[in-house]
């Protein structure tokens, strides 16, 4: 608002049209002008608006609040004011210009913070994102880690599997070298006795006492008795009277 001293009946009229007086186009720049009543225009111009002013709806509910006795006096009115300013702390009333500029302060303030907010928010959001698709990576890694793993057990399992196999293999062809030894030892042991005696004769080869017994089995417990009885035969210096 402008002061006092720079008001002019142009600036005054539409004033007054905004808080519905109607001025039936008069001019007020002799009052604006009178010291009597400058002070109080002047109150007026610079702390009411159309806020201040009743629609005539609002006049009229206002006229029936009255009636009912629901109308504050100016006493009361204050008290309560008094108490609203206690609860809600940095309200402001009409006219207080300080009390304006303060919640305008503090609005513009908050309004910072709430600016803040929203760009830690989206910080956070696309933190977020970020987290998920690392968290999708690390779970296709670990997928394929599981499914080496198994594939990794599968195998051990199969070349077990084929271990086993190929250690009853080597045992049955062993089997089977150890029963052709027996086989071609028995034999050789029965042409050493048909040669050198019968049943339980001895043989003094080089001093040694050298024991055949026709019908002994490889296999059989006496087997390794008479693979060293043959082998000494054969070792013997007299190997070639034998054959």
């Known amino acids: ?12 009229v539409p004033f007054l049209k905004s808080l519905g007086v ?16 400058e002070g109080v225009l002047g109150w007026i111009y610079n702390n009411l608006d159309q806020n201040n002013a009743l ?16 109308v504050l006096s100016p ?20 006219g207080d210009q300080d009390g304006l500029e303060d919640v305008t302060l503090d609005i513009r303030m908050q309004k910072e913070k709430l600016a803040m907010l929203n760009k830690q928010e989206e910080i956070l959001k696309e933190l977020i994102q970020q987290n998920e698709a690392t968290n999708q990576e690390l779970t296709m890694e670990l997928t394929k880690l599981n499914a080496a793993q198994k594939l990794a057990a599968d195998d051990e399992r199969s070349m077990g599997e084929e271990c ?11 089997d089977d070298i150890i029963d052709t030894i027996s086989d071609a030892l028995n034999v050789y042991g029965n042409c050493a006795v048909d040669k ?6 001895a043989l003094d080869r080089n001093n040694r006492k050298i024991f055949l ?8 417990p006496r087997a390794e008795h008479k693979f060293l009885e043959v082998g000494i035969i054969i070792t013997s210096t007299d190997r070639r009277s034998i054959s």
Not at 1 to 12: A, G, Y
Not at 22 to 37: A, C, Q, R, V
Not at 214 to 220: H, K, L, Q
């Open 22 to 37: 109607e001025t039936y186009n008069k001019s007020f720049g002799w009052l604006l002008s009178d010291p009597d009543y």
């Open 75 to 94: 006493e009361d009115l204050e008290t309560q004011l008094h108490h609203l300013q206690d609860e809600f702390k940095g309200l402001c009333l009409p």
């Open 213 to 220: 017994r026709a019908g002994d089995r490889a296999w059989a």
């Open 196 to 201: 050198y005696g019968s049943y339980g004769d």
């Open 164 to 174: 086993v196999k190929l250690a009853k293999q080597v045992e049955a062809v062993t």
């Open 1 to 12: 608002m402008n002061d006092l001293s720079t008001i002019s009946d142009e600036e005054f």
């Open 55 to 70: 629609t005539a709806r609002e006049e009229y509910r206002y006229s029936e609040l009255e009636k009912q006795g629901k």
